[in-house]
């Protein structure tokens, strides 16, 4: 007669487990995910419901008053334009840049290749805030500053960018680039036509942090810009914050607005960040 053998500890342990990661990550979603709800939550809410006692989760009265204020009391339309001009064109020119620089670094040989890209690696150690005097000086010499060029130009090269396009042009089978080469094709239609589509994924992934580190970018701007319209969305907010101390439906509608961009990009790249993550674990 067979009998029926009671299951193991570890068994049990194993079935276990994949339920208490499951509920540990949606703890720590929520702890991260809460403060924008409650944040996108207070931005249609009125002023009084925000500070009513006992706080509620959902406005009650939802209205869209919060953002037409904000649009009419502060000139929040230059603003983006501002954050929108600097972000773009510092994550165009530093992909262009990036991908450039890792496919030189990476397929052509020149006298002090290996040291000048450890000298590029070296700077990621530098910390930004001891390149602001030096950017200042270099910015004020050129005449620059209180302009957007100020903003774009400390940006355009990022070795961090030639880093990881390099390490996922090294992939690519020179075999393939001397085939080109054979069949006529210049040097330039090969990095076009063959090496940035096969880098695309690296490429999409640095664009999505470039542009998330430069429309977030608080410092530079404080040091480089004077007047109000010139502003970026970070620096301005800091302005408007300080005016509008105890408006906090204001407040929160100014910065769900500023948080919309970084959203939009995230939703659009997110698989390829996730892609290019993966293949540079792999390497």
Known sequence: MATLLPSRPGRRQRDLWPWLLVATLAV???VFVLPLLLMLAAAFKPSAEILQSPPTLLPQSPTLDNFRTVLAEAPYGAWYRNSLVVAGAVTFLAMATSALGGYIFAKFEFPLKKPLFALVLATLMIPFPVLLIPNYLVANRLGLL????????????????IFLVRQFVAGIPSDLIEAARLDG???????????????????????VFTFLASWNDYLWPLVAINDLEKSTLPLALTFFNSVNATRYDLVMAAATMAVVPVLVVFLIFQRQIVKALVLAGMK
């Open 146 to 161: 209180n302009s957007l060029w100020a903003l774009i130009l400390p940006g355009v090269v990022s070795a961090f960018g």
């Open 28 to 30: 720590a979603s929520l």
């Open 185 to 207: 094709a210049s040097e330039w239609a090969i990095f076009l036509r063959i090496v940035v589509p096969l880098v695309r994924p690296a490429l999409a992934a640095l664009g």
